[in-house]
């Protein structure tokens, strides 16, 4: 169960991502609500996957799977630049979370 709320808790990051990137720096109102409204929802339900789950690993693997997430939709929603370099860093970072889950077990 602590798994799916830290993904629950990491989509909603992701959501919070991508409103702030269309509150063009806080210069629209709803979007810049929204980025607030979802980061605060994020982190309401990391803190209850971290009951089950060490912090770090936790933290880790909520911020990659953000990361990724924003990377990913940063290149299909805002043409971000999909070099190799760039998918072989997230692929990385794949790898870490993907690591990490398997450590913890």
């Given amino acids: 169960m602590a798994w799916l709320l830290l993904l629950v808790a990491s989509v909603i990051e992701i959501a919070m991502g991508v409103s702030l990137k269309y509150a063009e720096g806080w210069t629209r109102f709803w979007p810049s609500v929204g980025g607030v409204f979802f ?26 799977i953000g990361a990724v997430g924003i990377a990913t ?11 190799p370099l760039r998918l072989g860093c997230i692929a990385l970072i794949i790898v870490g979370v993907v690591g990490l889950r398997f450590v913890e077990g």
């Avoid at 939709?73 to 070099?83: Q, R, S, Y």
């Fill in 39 to 64: 980061a605060l929802l994020s982190v309401f339900v990391l803190t209850f996957a971290m009951r089950h789950l060490p912090a770090g690993t936790a933290y880790a693997v909520w911020t990659g």
């Fill in 73 to 83: 939709l940063g290149i299909v929603l805002f043409g971000d630049p999909a070099t």
